[in-house]
């Protein structure tokens, strides 16, 4: 658009988004301070564990430690599932130590913060083994007295670890079934959500009933006898799928009860808090954003809105505002023990920079001024996360209806369900995130290059990302109600024709194809078993929802998003 055209659009500051965001910040701060209230944990502290050793990778780990250890205490290790992070145990490990043990959790080679190893079994074992090794050495624990706990993957190599130690009194597998004897791992406990898209409640008892011994086993009976480490038992929740069953109340207290058992330990008063927690997390991580979002847009304003039509300041802003996503980053170097907090603090900037270029694009080519762009915007996203969860939500219930209907007692749980799911997915989803975009986030933040490439794709075209987001989801609400390409508006497109831009984009998405091959490579290999789990997990965490997602458009008033104006705002010329 030539400066003429710019000059002659309306000239409003924008007010209104200001406002908007401000009221918006407040409501989530206040919300994740809420939370924090009800899930905050008191009285215990962390230590962080490098675990070297001669021809074999670093690995980063966390003790969790109550403040007072005056006696050794039981230790236990958690291990987390496949492309995950020590992060997803976090809410175990807190209420094991507020029952009074000592917990490491750690990173397998090539997640989070360890350093990168082709996967392997033989790998993982060895890694299972080092961390073993060092929480049974700490001088606070007691190291004939360890409990293994995992999820998924990690459920499966640490019971592998812990089949032939008598020391390991308990092993809790949440989320995996393994060819378990009746005697080994010692005293086992099986936990899963009823909706875990991988292993069914069927496959679950019958797992079970191998343990047992016994071909009538059921779920929430407990076999065996705990001196002998025979004891046996398996668990539901209601409320969660595989990915969040890590932060399931339910499995998290049934969790601890079974250690407390295994080691004859009485247990303290009180129900799981620490659940809450990542909700509030995410409340205070969208607060930031928007509170940074307003700060931002009441800044650009002062300099002359007409001035801050051009691209020249369009990019000129969005260079500064790429500077300050990494504020943070260099902070860390001096002031390391702030931990997450400046990790969080640059995945907000980093948000705050990606909208905040959306909506001075809109703005520059609406025609009903600045301060109606906001609204709309936070609908459409609104409206595209309503849809998101309800297809995840619908998969998952479509997934489970026969054996709903054989527990008729799910039905009690469903309101759980649909309150927890989508908020504890949001949460994983910003998790994941951070660790996509900080290849360490713990003494020394460092950003990874796919963090670089994306700040400079916004500096040289701002707002791009974001619109071909939007321009994409539309497109395939349209294909999917069956109706060709959306309807044109009077909204004018949004256009940028620069080649620097086309060839950022291209090789923004190279560096995500490349980035997701390697993780599969280092995961796993790539072979026919990989091939076989990742067709059944494209079909449960994929393919599935994205059906549910194409009844619910063509059969509710959800279908009206792809015909909501402006359709056309989202058009992009690369």
Known sequence: MHHSELSSLPSQKPVGNVRLCLLAALGLF????????????DGYR?????????????LSGRFYLPEETSEKLPGVLLCHGANNSKETMTLLALEFVRHGYVVLAFDFGGHGESAPQPASDAARLAEVQRAAAALAQHVA??????????????????????????????????GMIFPAQTDRPRN???????????????????????????????????YGDFATGTARALTYSAQVDHVLEPFDSTLIASSVAWANASLAKRPTAGQPRAHWLPIAWTANVLGTVCLALAVWQAALGRFGW????????????????????????????FIPALDYWWADLSLAMFLTLMLNNLLWRLQVHAATGPGAVLPWVLSFF???????????????LLLRLPAACERLEVIWDLPGLLLKQPLYL???ALMKLRLLLFSSYSTHVTPSWILLGLLLFEVASPGTLLILLAQGTQRLVCLLRWQGSPAPTSQPAVEDNSPLAGRLLASVLLVVALVVLWQLVQLAGVNWSLVLVLGQIAFAFGLLPLVVLCVLINCTSLGRLG???????GRVTL
């Open 426 to 428: 949001l949460s994983y």
């Open 46 to 58: 962390v230590e962080h564990w490098t675990g070297t050793e001669p021809g074999q990778p670093d």
């Open 382 to 396: 609104g409206q595209m996360v309503v849809l998101a969860g309800s297809a995840w939500l619908g998969a998952m």
């Open 188 to 222: 086992l406990l099986l936990g899963a959500g009823f909706y875990d898209q991988l292993h069914s409640p069927a496959a679950m008892q019958a797992a079970l009933q191998t343990a047992v011994g016994d071909a009538q086993a059921e779920a929430g009976t407990h």
């Open 563 to 569: 015909n909501s104006p402006p359709e056309n705002w």
């Open 306 to 333: 007409e001035r801050l039509r051009e691209p020249g300041w369009r990019r000129g802003s969005a260079l500064v505002g790429a500077a300050l996503c990494l504020i943070p980053v260099a902070s860390s170097r």
């Open 30 to 41: 206040g919300l994740g301070a809420l939370l924090y209230g009800f899930g905050r944990v």
């Open 141 to 174: 624990v007691d190291g004939q007295r360890l409990i293994f706990g995992g999820h998924s993957l990690g459920a499966r190599v640490a019971a592998g670890v812990a089949w032939e130690q008598d020391r390991v009194r308990a092993t809790v597998s949440l």
